[in-house]
């Protein structure tokens, strides 16, 4: 008898329908992320729409910095931008998985664009930029670093500014070169039944950062530390 593999999902289809669910049963909905480089991780849904109160503090940090027209990117079930929202700010939101733009279009006053940050293109510039929860590792690999900062620079207004938390393991107490060298990771995610295909993402440390704040002649500064996590704040000047 044949036997048919799984079907292989998006991965963020995967976190999506996990939150959607838990939206609409009210109970607690878990991820597992499976990482080639560190140990399996499991996330609760509820994490995704994490109210202010319930945020690390180098998020409600960055959130206090948010002003004037905010690009919240990679912006998940819209955590940042609901509170964001309901500041009266003007937070437009960028996600490129559909199932997470339709959560966020639900919250009143919302901007959403699904749309791949890559192939977004807008004559905009933004007062502030947001790039949490690892924000850089949209950019997948450290060859496609300098592409993603080239357009952040572009879409950046000459007085605003880019706000970007980074993991960076070099900073982690239990830091492992043996595990944890490469800033490119795959990884895959598995959610009721449903298995992801692999994807990829960087984790670009404060070098890589630092160096593309350079090129481009962008000043950067380390505004919070805390072990391997690390916030900063870019500016043209
Ligand atoms: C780690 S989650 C962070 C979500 C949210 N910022 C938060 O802190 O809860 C990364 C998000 O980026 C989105 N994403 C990944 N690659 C993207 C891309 N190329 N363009 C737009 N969104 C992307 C994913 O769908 C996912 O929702």
Same mark, same amino acid.
């Given at each position: 008898?044949? $036997?048919?593999l799984p079907k292989l999902l998006p991965p963020n289809s995967l976190i999506s329908r996990a939150v959607k669910d838990f939206i609409e049963s009210k109970e607690e909905k878990f991820i597992k992320i499976w990482h080639n480089?560190?140990?399996?991780?499991?996330?609760?849904a509820s994490y995704f729409l994490r109210t202010y109160?319930?945020?690390p503090e180098y998020e409600q940090l960055a959130l206090s910095l948010c002003q004037g027209s905010i690009l919240d990117i990679g912006a998940g079930a819209g955590?940042? $931008?609901?509170?964001?929202?309901s500041k009266n700010l003007d937070v437009t939101s960028l996600e490129f998985d559909s199932g997470f733009a339709e959560i966020i279009q639900q919250v009143e006053n919302s901007k959403v664009i699904q749309e791949d940050f890559f192939?977004?293109?807008?004559?905009e510039k933004f007062q502030t930029i947001l790039l949490l929860m690892n924000g850089l590792g949209i950019a997948q690999s450290k060859?496609?670093?300098p592409i993603m900062f080239d357009k952040l620079k572009d879409l950046l207004a000459?007085?605003?500014r880019i706000i970007v938390e980074i993991t960076d393991y070099k900073f982690s107490p239990e830091y492992d070169p043996t595990t944890m060298n490469d800033p490119e990771v795959t990884y895959r995610v598995m959610y009721e039944g449903s298995f992801s295909e692999e994807f990829h993402w960087l984790y670009p440390n404060l070098e890589m950062v630092s160096l593309e704040c350079k090129r481009l002649n962008l000043k950067h500064q380390l505004i919070y530390e805390e072990d391997e996590t690390l916030l900063l704040e870019i500016k043209k000047h």
């Open positions: 008898m044949e $036997t048919k480089q560190l140990k399996e991780e499991s996330y609760s109160d319930k945020m955590a940042h $931008t609901r509170y964001l929202i192939s977004y293109s807008t004559k060859a496609r670093l000459d007085n605003g």
